[in-house]
Nanobody
Framework: QVQLVESGGGSVQSGGSLRLSCAASATTYNMAWFRQAPGKEREGVAAINGGGRTSYPDSVKGRFTISRDGAKNMLYLQMNSLKPEDTAMYYC???????????????????WGQGTQVSVSS
């Protein structure tokens, strides 16, 4: 069992930045950040594997950066140039299954944090 606790959410103006952190009881090879806005499906915004390879959807590519610190069991998401459409609850996720390629689908992950809210105003 892996426990995940997110922090770092908040309210910012459009164009601002936030850094989310996820403290894990243990890290797994495949980890990711997801977000979910009211009335919408959970969306993968960044994934990273144990080798440091990262993946992003086009909606955040160039603005978001995922990183991990294995020694500290930490996962991070640096978010720059935030837009109102980035407003959502953000979740840290980990998979007990090894995947050779990064996954941005929610059903690939079986450990989830409680989420941290990010609100971006125009």
């Amino acid at each position: 069992q892996v426990q995940l606790v997110e922090s770092g959410g908040g309210s910012v103006q459009s164009g601002g930045s936030l850094r989310l952190s996820c403290a894990a009881s243990a890290t797994t090879y495949n980890m990711a950040w997801f977000r979910q806005a009211p009335g919408k499906e959970r969306e993968g915004v960044a994934a990273i594997n144990g080798g440091g390879r990262t993946s992003y959807p086009d909606s955040v590519k160039g603005r978001f950066t995922i990183s991990r610190d294995g020694a500290k069991n930490m996962l991070y998401l640096q978010m720059n140039s935030l837009k109102p459409e980035d407003t959502a609850m953000y979740y840290c996720a980990a998979s007990s299954t090894y995947y050779s390629t990064n996954r941005l689908s929610a059903d690939s992950y079986n450990y989830w944090g409680q989420g941290t809210q990010v609100s971006v105003s125009s």
